[in-house]
C-alpha cells in the first residue's frame, strides 16, 4: 500500500534533533528548503495528498518542516495555506484510521506506515499551532490600542484569524484521540511522547492570558476536551497533575481556568481522582519555601478557592492534605483554605439532619474559622468575617454557636486595621438581618419575660421532681446487672487480668466493708466493687453478709452478695407504699397512672427550650448593645469606607427597634457637613430609608408617621443636632423628596386643625422652617398664618410655639441672598407690616409677667426684626422705651405703696431693690440682645447696603462716561481712550478706599454714637455695671447671669468702652461662683478677641485658666472657644496650649473629644503641633503643673501619633535629647525618655541620639529611662533591616547597657573623656514673675492682684528690643524655659502688620444665655 521509510519516525525533543543522527535507523530531514522553494513544494504536497490520502506526508514532511524553520519570513497567505493543507491532512488520516483500526489483517508494513504518517502529521500540526500562537503573543505584546484595531481590521481584510481556528483545531486532535490508537502500537500502551505532544498543544493555548475571556469559552472547552480524552484513555493523570500545578505556579490567570477544567473532569467523565492528586501535590508544597519563594502562590490560592466553590464535596474529602497550610506564614495560602472550608459549610455541611460525624466536621470547620478571626495578618482576619457574613447570610451557622462568632467580631471592632473593622461592622449588621430570635431586639423587653419564663421553669421542675415516679433498688439492680457480671467475669478469667490494676486495701470491719462496696457501685466503678467483694469473702467468712452465701460458683457469689449490699442499701424508699397497696392496683389503673407523668416531662422540656431560646435572645441583644457604643465611635474615623459602614448599620439596628439606634443615628447627624461626598450621600440615604419611607395604608397615614418620626428624633436634640438636622431636611425639600401632604399635616398641626399636643405644635413649626430653608415660599406664603396663629395675644401662653415661629420666618432673610455678581435689593419688610407689631406688642406685654421662656422668645424676636424690617433700631428703641417706662411706674407703685404704710422713702440708688427680680433680669436681658443685633446691623446689613448702593452709583457713572465717549468724534478717540484707562485705574483706587471709608464710618457710630449720653443705651449701661460690680446686692443667680451677658455684649459696641471694661469682666469670669455666668463670659470673651483683637489679648492667659475649671460645663465651653480662636489664628499659641492637652485626659467624655478635634484641626495646619509639642512637654512634665505620669503618658501617645514627617521625627530627637541638659528632676527625665521612645526614629534619628549620647548618659541608671532608649532600639529594628543599620543600634545599645550597667562614673568613662554635668536645680520664680508661668490652680485666689490692666504696647517695646540685643548664643531653647518676666508675658500684642485693618462682623453662633 504505502512506501516504506528509511527509519522509524521518532518524536523529537527539539526541532533540530531532527536533521541529525542514524538515518538507517531514525527518520532524519534530508534538505531544508529554502523561503522560494516552498511555495512550489506545498503545491507538490498538496497534490500528493490528493493522488495518495493522508500517507503523502511520509514524502513530503520535510517541505512542512522547511516551512516551520522559515516561519517569521513567511508571507501570512502561505502560513495559512500550510495550516489548512496540514488540517485536511488530518482530518483525512483520521477518518482512514478509523476504519483501519479495526482492520484485524492489517500488515505490519502498513501498521508502520499509518504510525510514522501520525506522528508526522500530528508534529507539523502541533508545530504549526505552536508557531502560531508565539506570533500572536508577540503581536500582542507589541500592540497598542490603536494598533489594536488595524490588526482587527486586517484580519477582516484577510479572512483569517488565528483565534478562530483554535477550536476547530483542538477538535480535531481531540477526535483523533477518541480512537483506538493503541492498534498502532501493537495493542501496546501509547507512548507518552506522542500523548504529551497532543497535550501540549492545549496547554500552550492555555498559557494566552486572553484565554479567560468570555469570547473564547468555546476553545477552553476544547481544550479541557481534549485532555479529559488523555486523562481518560491515555493514562495523562501524573503528567496533568505536574503540568498544572507549574502553570498555576507561573501564570495567574490559569487558576479559574483549571478550575473549571477539573470541574468538568470530575462531573462528565468521572475523572474524581484528579481532584485528589492536585490538592495533594500543592499540599505538599512547604510551607517555608513558599513563604520565601511566593511566586504561585496567587495561582494555587486562586485554584483553591475556585475549586470549592464549583465542586466542594470532592474538596471536603481531600482538604486534608492542605490543613499544614494554615500554620504556614503565607495569608493568600491561609485565605484559600479558609474560603474552602466555608464553601464546604455553605454547599455541603449544612442542614439539621447531619450524621454525627459530619457533624463533628462542620464544627471543626467552623472552629478553625474562629481561631482565624484573630489572625496575625489583617488580610486573613477581614477574609474571615467576610466568610462568617456569607455563612450567616446563607442560615448555615448553628445557634450555638452564634454568641461566639458575635463575641469575635465584637473585638474586631477595635482592631488596627480598617478593612477588618470593615468587614465586622458588615458581619454584625448580617447577624441582625439573619438573626433567628425576634425582629424587635430590645434589652429591656426580652428581660421581663425570659425573668417569668425561668420562673416558670423552676416551678414546672419542683412539681415534676415531687410527682417524678420512684425507681425501687431491684429496679436499679435489674439495669445494672448485665454491666456488674461482664466485670466480675473480666475480673475472674486470670489471663485477661490487668496489670497495672490499682491496688484496692479491704476495710477493717465488715460494715465499713459493705459500705465501701455499695460507694463503689454508686460510682459504678463495678471492677473494684467485684475486687473488694473478693477480700471481704476471705477476711470475713462468718460475718454478714460475707457468710451466707449459698452459691457454688464464685461469680454468682459476688453477684447475688452485691445485689444484697444494694437491695438493702436503701430498703424502705417506698415505704410509704406497702406491697399489699401496689398489688391491688389493676392494669388500666396503672396505664391511667403513667399517662399524665408523661405529658408533664414533654412540656418541661417544651419550657427548657423557650427558656434557652430566650436566653440566647437576651444575650444576643446585650452584645449588639455593647457594638452599638463602639461603631458610633467609629462614625468620625479617617476611612470613609468604615464610617459609611457604621452608618449603614444603624439603619439595621434602628429597624431592629433597638433602643440605642437612636442614638447612632443622631451622633451621625453632624456628618451631613463632612466635606466627604460619599460620607454626605450616605448619611442622607440613611435619614432617606429610615424617614422617607414610613409604613402606612394611605398617603395621609404614611405622612402622619414621617412627622412623628421626625418630632421623635428633636426631642431633647441640642442645637447643633437641630442646625444639622435642618441640613438633611433642606437637601430632601429641594430634590422634591417630601411630599405636599407632609407639609399639609404640618399645617394643620400647627393651625390645631388636627388634634395635637404643644410639643408636636412646636415641632410642627420647626420642620417647617427647616422645610423653608429649602423653599422659602413653604414660609413666605403663608406668613400671614404664622403671626395670626403663633404671635397673637395667645403668645404668652406658649412662648417656645412664638420663638420657633420667629426662627421659621427668619428663613425668609437667610435665603433672600442676592445672586453673585448682582446688586439686588435686600429683601426687608416695611416697619407697618403686621409682623413687627404683633412682635413687639407681644415682648413688651410678656416683659411684665414673669416666665423662664419670655427671655428666648425675645431674644428670637429682636433678631428677627433686624433681620427683617427696615429701620429696625426704631422698632426696637420703642420696644425698650415701653419696657423701661414699665419698669419705671412698677417702681413708683412699689415705693408709693412703701410711703403709704409709713416706711422712709428709699434712695435712688436702692430703688432697684424695690423692683422685682424678674423685671430688672428681663430689662437687662433686652438691653443686651439689641445692642448685639445693633452692632451686628451696623457691620453687615447697613455696611453691605453702602457698599450695594455704591456700586449702584458708579456703574451709573460709568454708562454715562461711555455713552459720552460713544457719542465723540474720532479726532478725540485716541486721547479719550487714554483718560479712560487712567480713570479706570483711579476708580479702582476709589472703590478700594470707598471701602475703607464705610467701615471707618460704621465704627465711628459704634465707637462714638451709640454709647453717646444723648443714645438710648446711655440709660442702661450703669445699671448692667452697677449689677455687675454688686454681686452681694444683687444675688439672684439668674440676673447676675444676664448682666454678665448683657456686659459682654455691650462691649462688642465700642472698642474704648471694651478696654475699659475688660478688667470686671474678667474679674467676673474668675471668681463668679456660678458656673453659668463663666461660661457666658468665656463666650462673650471669645467674641471680643474676634472682634477687638488688641484689647483682649493680653487678657488670654485668663481665658486658658478657665480650661481647668472645677465645672464640667465651663471646661468644656472654654475647650470650645479657644479651638476656635486658636484655629482661626485670633490668639498666639503659646506654651499655654498645654492646657487643652490637659483635656485629653478629662474625666469627662464629651470634653476629651473636644481636646481631641482641636489637635486633629490643629495638625492640618502645617507643623503646628510639631511646633508647640516642646512647650507641651516641658509644662506637663513639671510636677507642679499636677500632670501624673501615666495621665502624661496618655496625653503624649495622642500627640506624637500626628509627627510622621522623617525631618520632625529627627528635629525632635535632638531637641528631647539637648533638653535632658536642662531637666530638673528624675520625673523630667522620665518624661523626655518616655517622648523619645514613642518616636518612629529612623536612621538618621539614631545617629542624632549618637551624637547627643553624652546629653542623657548619666541619666541611663535609671531604670525607666534605660528602658524608653531600649524600646527605641526595638522598635527601630523591626522598621529598618538594612546591615549598617543594625549594626550602628548594636553599637548604641552596647553604650546604653555600660552607662546603666556601670552607673554614672562609667557613663562619663564611655563618653570619651567627655564629662556631663548634671544641671542644677532651677530657681523659683517669684511670685510677680508672670501668672501664666504659676499652676493654674491658683488662678482663682481671692485677692484681685492678678487683674491689674496690662499695659499699653507702646511701653513694652523698649524692653523687647533690649531683651532681642542680649540673645547672641543659638541654643536649642523651650519657650518655656525661659524667665518670663511679667512684661514679657504681655508682649504677645499683635503687631501693627498683623492686626486686622477691617473689623470682623461678628455673627454668634448663639445668642442664648446658657442655662
Not at 216 to 230: F, K, Q, S, V, W
Not at 731 to 738: G, L, R, S, T
Not at 1208 to 1234: G, H, I, M, P, W
Not at 1369 to 1377: A, G, L, Q, R, W
Request: hydrophobic share 40%; glycine share 4%.
Amino acid at each position: 500500500m504505502a512506501a516504506g521509510l528509511p527509519g522509524e519516525f521518532q518524536l523529537p525533543l527539539a526541532a533540530d534533533d531532527l536533521l541529525q543522527g542514524d538515518s538507517s535507523r531514525h527518520y532524519v530531514v534530508q534538505e531544508v528548503l529554502s523561503v522560494r522553494e516552498l511555495p512550489s513544494a506545498i503545491t507538490d504536497f498538496r497534490a500528493a495528498f490528493r493522488e495518495r490520502g493522508a500517507l503523502a506526508v511520509l514524502q513530503h514532511f520535510d517541505t512542512v518542516y522547511s516551512l516551520l524553520r522559515h516561519f517569521r519570513a513567511l508571507g501570512t497567505a502561505a502560513k495559512e495555506d500550510a495550516l489548512e493543507l496540514m488540517m485536511q491532512v488530518v482530518t483525512c488520516h483520521s477518518s482512514e484510521l478509523s476504519t483501519i483500526l479495526s482492520d484485524s489483517g492489517l500488515s505490519h508494513t502498513d501498521r508502520n506506515a499509518h504510525l510514522n504518517a501520525l506522528k508526522m502529521n500530528c508534529y507539523l500540526l502541533s508545530g504549526l499551532l505552536e508557531a502560531f500562537e508565539m506570533e500572536a503573543f508577540k503581536s500582542g505584546l507589541a500592540e497598542v490600542d490603536p494598533a489594536g484595531k488595524n490588526k482587527k481590521n486586517r484580519a477582516k481584510s484577510s479572512g483569517f484569524s488565528w483565534e478562530d481556528e483554535r477550536e476547530p483545531l483542538l477538535q480535531l486532535l481531540t477526535q483523533l484521540l477518541q480512537l483506538d490508537l493503541r492498534q498502532l502500537w501493537s495493542g501496546l500502551v501509547v507512548e507518552e511522547e506522542f500523548v504529551s505532544l497532543l497535550t501540549g498543544c492545549c496547554y500552550r493555548i492555555l498559557e494566552n492570558s486572553n484565554i479567560g475571556l468570555q469570547r473564547y469559552r468555546t476553545t477552553r472547552e476544547a481544550a479541557m476536551h481534549l485532555l479529559a480524552t488523555a486523562l481518560t484513555h491515555y493514562d495523562h493523570m501524573f503528567s496533568a497533575t505536574l503540568k498544572i500545578t507549574q502553570m498555576l505556579q507561573h501564570f495567574e490567570h490559569v487558576a479559574p481556568v483549571f478550575a473549571q477544567a477539573v470541574t468538568l473532569w470530575a462531573k462528565e467523565y468521572g475523572l474524581k481522582s484528579i481532584v485528589g492528586e492536585l490538592l495533594r501535590e500543592i499540599g505538599q508544597k512547604c510551607p517555608q519555601e513558599l513563604a520565601r519563594d511566593t511566586s504561585g502562590i496567587k495561582g494555587y490560592a486562586a485554584f483553591i478557592t475556585e475549586l470549592a466553590e464549583q465542586i466542594p464535596a470532592l474538596v471536603l474529602s481531600n482538604i486534608s492534605v492542605l490543613l499544614r497550610h494554615l500554620d504556614g506564614e503565607n495569608y493568600m495560602m491561609r485565605n484559600a483554605i479558609l474560603s474552602a472550608m466555608a464553601e464546604v459549610l455553605l454547599q455541603v455541611l449544612n442542614g439539621d439532619q447531619l450524621e454525627e460525624a459530619v457533624r463533628g466536621t462542620r464544627d471543626h470547620f467552623l472552629n478553625t474559622l474562629q481561631a482565624h478571626i484573630c489572625d496575625v495578618n489583617g488580610f486573613v482576619r477581614s477574609r474571615v468575617l467576610q466568610l462568617f457574613t456569607r455563612i450567616v447570610q446563607g442560615k448555615v451557622l448553628p445557634l450555638t454557636q452564634f454568641l461566639s462568632v458575635v463575641s469575635l467580631a465584637v473585638g474586631r471592632l477595635k482592631d488596627k486595621s480598617v478593612v477588618v473593622v470593615k468587614n465586622a461592622i458588615q458581619l454584625l449588621a448580617a447577624f441582625l438581618s439573619n438573626n433567628p430570635y425576634s425582629c424587635k431586639l430590645s434589652c429591656s423587653d426580652l428581660a421581663e419575660p425570659l425573668k417569668k419564663e425561668v420562673q416558670k421553669l423552676q416551678e414546672m421542675k419542683d412539681c415534676c421532681r415531687e410527682a417524678a415516679p420512684t425507681i425501687t433498688p431491684e429496679e436499679e439492680w435489674e439495669a445494672m446487672l448485665p454491666e456488674v457480671r461482664a466485670a466480675a467475669r473480666q475480673i475472674l478469667q486470670p489471663q485477661q487480668e490487668e496489670e497495672d490494676e490499682e491496688v484496692l486495701e479491704v476495710e477493717e470491719t465488715a460494715e465499713r466493708a459493705s459500705e465501701q462496696i455499695i460507694g463503689m457501685l454508686k460510682k459504678l466503678n463495678y471492677k473494684s466493687a467485684v475486687r473488694l467483694t473478693q477480700k471481704a469473702l476471705s477476711s470475713f467468712q462468718a460475718q454478714e453478709p460475707f457468710s451466707s452465701s449459698e452459691e457454688e460458683n464464685e461469680e454468682a457469689a459476688i453477684l447475688d452478695i452485691l445485689k444484697k449490699l444494694y437491695i438493702g442499701f436503701c430498703p424502705g424508699e417506698n415505704s410509704g407504699d406497702s406491697p399489699c397497696d401496689n398489688g391491688n392496683l389493676t392494669t388500666e389503673e396503672a396505664e391511667l397512672e403513667e399517662q399524665p407523668q408523661e405529658q408533664p416531662q414533654t412540656e418541661l422540656v417544651k419550657q427548657e427550650m423557650l427558656v434557652q431560646y430566650l436566653q440566647d435572645a437576651y444575650n444576643f441583644s446585650v452584645k449588639i448593645t455593647e457594638a452599638l457604643s463602639l461603631i458610633s465611635k467609629l462614625m468620625y474615623e479617617n476611612s470613609v469606607s468604615v464610617v459609611q459602614e457604621a452608618i449603614e448599620f444603624f439603619v439595621t439596628v434602628s429597624q431592629f427597634g433597638v433602643p440605642q439606634a437612636l442614638l447612632g443615628v443622631r451622633r451621625m447627624l453632624p456628618l451631613v457637613w463632612s466635606k466627604e461626598p460619599g460620607i454626605k450621600e450616605a448619611v442622607l440615604n440613611a435619614y432617606r430609608q429610615l424617614y422617607l419611607s414610613p409604613s402606612g395604608d394611605s398617603e395621609r397615614a404614611r405622612a402622619q408617621n414621617l412627622v412623628s418620626s421626625l418630632s421623635l428624633i428633636m426631642v431633647d436634640a441640642s442645637l447643633g443636632m437641630i442646625q444639622c438636622l435642618e441640613e438633611i431636611i433642606s437637601e430632601f425639600v429641594q430634590k422634591d423628596e417630601i411630599k405636599p401632604a407632609v407639609i399639609q399635616l404640618l399645617w394643620e398641626q400647627f393651625t390645631e386643625k388636627t388634634q395635637c399636643s404643644p410639643l408636636e405644635r412646636r415641632a410642627a413649626v420647626m420642620l417647617l422652617g427647616m422645610m423653608a430653608r429649602g423653599k422659602p415660599e413653604i414660609v413666605g406664603s403663608n406668613l400671614d398664618v404664622l403671626v395670626t396663629v403663633g404671635l397673637s395675644e395667645r403668645v404668652c401662653e406658649d412662648y417656645r410655639l412664638a420663638e420657633e415661629v420667629c426662627n421659621a420666618i427668619s428663613k425668609l432673610a437667610s435665603n433672600s441672598k442676592p445672586a453673585k455678581g448682582k446688586n439686588n435689593v435686600p429683601f426687608r419688610l416695611p416697619q407697618e407690616q403686621a409682623l413687627f407689631a404683633c412682635l413687639s406688642k407681644a415682648v413688651s406685654n410678656g416683659f411684665a409677667q414673669q416666665s423662664s421662656h419670655w427671655i428666648p422668645f425675645m431674644e428670637a424676636a429682636v433678631t428677627l426684626i433686624y433681620q427683617l424690617a427696615e429701620g429696625p433700631e426704631k422698632i426696637c428703641a420703642d420696644i425698650l422705651q415701653v419696657c423701661s417706662q414699665k419698669a419705671l411706674e412698677n417702681l413708683q407703685e412699689a415705693d408709693g405703696r412703701k410711703e403709704e404704710s409709713g416706711a422712709s422713702p428709699s434712695r435712688v440708688s436702692d430703688g432697684a431693690i424695690s423692683l422685682p427680680t424678674f423685671l430688672l433680669l428681663h430689662l437687662v436681658s433686652l438691653v443686651g440682645q439689641v445692642a448685639l443685633q445693633q452692632v451686628a446691623h451696623l457691620e453687615v446689613s447697613v455696611n453691605a447696603e453702602l457698599r450695594r448702593r455704591r456700586i449702584l452709583r458708579e456703574e451709573e457713572k460709568t454708562k454715562k462716561r461711555k455713552e459720552h465717549s460713544n457719542s465723540s468724534t474720532i479726532k478725540q478717540r485716541p486721547r479719550s481712550t487714554g483718560n479712560d484707562t487712567t480713570m479706570e485705574e483711579e476708580l479702582g483706587l476709589v472703590g478700594a478706599s470707598a471701602d475703607d471709608t464705610e467701615a471707618e464710618l460704621i465704627r465711628s457710630i459704634c465707637e462714638i454714637e451709640l454709647l453717646d449720653e444723648k443714645h438710648l443705651f446711655s440709660a442702661f449701661v450703669p445699671l448692667v455695671l452697677k449689677i455687675c460690680n454688686n454681686p452681694g446686692l444683687y444675688s439672684d443667680p439668674a440676673l447676675r447671669a444676664a448682666a454678665a451677658l448683657a456686659l459682654g455684649k455691650v462691649c462688642m459696641i465700642s472698642s474704648e468702652f471694651c478696654d475699659s471694661h475688660l478688667r470686671l469682666l474678667f474679674t467676673m469670669m474668675e471668681k463668679s461662683p456660678l458656673p453659668v455666668v463663666r461660661s457666658n463670659l468665656i463666650i462673650a470673651a471669645g467674641d471680643l478677641a474676634i472682634r477687638f483683637p488688641n484689647q483682649v489679648e493680653p487678657w488670654t492667659p485668663h481665658l486658658y485658666a478657665r480650661l481647668r475649671d472645677p465645672c464640667q460645663s465651663v471646661r468644656q465651653t472654654a475647650g470650645v472657644v479657644m479651638t476656635h480662636l486658636i484655629l482661626k489664628d485670633m490668639v498666639k499659641v503659646k506654651g499655654q496650649v498645654s492646657e487643652m492637652a490637659a483635656l485629653l485626659i478629662d474625666p469627662e467624655e464629651a470634653i476629651m473629644g473636644v481636646a481631641q478635634n482641636f489637635f486633629n484641626e490643629l495638625s492640618h495646619k502645617d507643623n503646628a503641633i510639631y511646633n508647640l509639642l516642646p512647650d507641651i512637654i516641658s509644662r506637663l512634665s513639671d510636677p507642679a503643673c499636677g500632670i501624673d505620669e501615666e495621665s502624661f503618658h496618655t496625653i503624649m501617645r495622642h500627640l506624637f501619633s500626628y509627627i510622621t514627617k522623617d525631618k520632625q521625627t529627627e528635629s525632635l530627637v535632638e531637641k528631647l535629647c539637648q533638653r535632658f541638659r536642662t531637666a530638673r528632676n528624675e520625673r523630667q527625665y522620665r518624661d523626655l525618655s518616655y517622648c523619645l521612645s514613642l518616636l518612629p526614629v529612623s536612621e538618621r534619628g539614631l545617629h542624632k541620639l549618637q551624637d547627643n549620647f553624652d546629653c542623657f548618659a548619666d541619666k541611663l541608671q535609671d531604670p525607666t529611662v534605660y528602658s524608653c532608649f531600649q524600646a527605641v532600639l526595638v522598635r527601630f529594628r523591626r522598621a529598618v533591616g538594612k546591615p549598617e543599620a543594625k549594626v550602628l543600634a548594636e553599637e548604641l545599645e552596647q553604650k546604653l547597657s555600660a552607662c546603666h550597667n556601670q552607673g554614672l562614673d562609667s557613663a562619663e568613662t564611655c563618653q570619651e573623656g567627655g564629662k556631663t554635668p548634671m544641671p542644677e536645680p532651677a530657681k523659683r520664680k517669684t511670685a510677680g514673675a508672670g501668672c501664666c508661668r504659676q499652676p493654674l490652680s491658683t488662678a482663682n485666689r481671692d485677692d484681685d492682684d492678678d487683674f491689674v490692666t496690662p499695659r499699653p504696647q507702646a511701653h513694652r517695646k523698649n524692653k523687647h528690643a533690649q531683651k532681642s540685643q542680649r540673645r547672641k548664643k543659638t541654643v536649642i531653647v523651650f519657650s518655656s524655659d525661659e524667665e518670663n518676666s511679667s512684661e514679657n508675658e504681655l508682649s504677645a500684642e499683635l503687631r501693627e502688620e498683623e492686626t486686622p485693618t477691617k473689623t470682623t462682623p461678628i455673627t454668634r453662633s448663639s445668642t442664648r444665655r446658657l442655662r
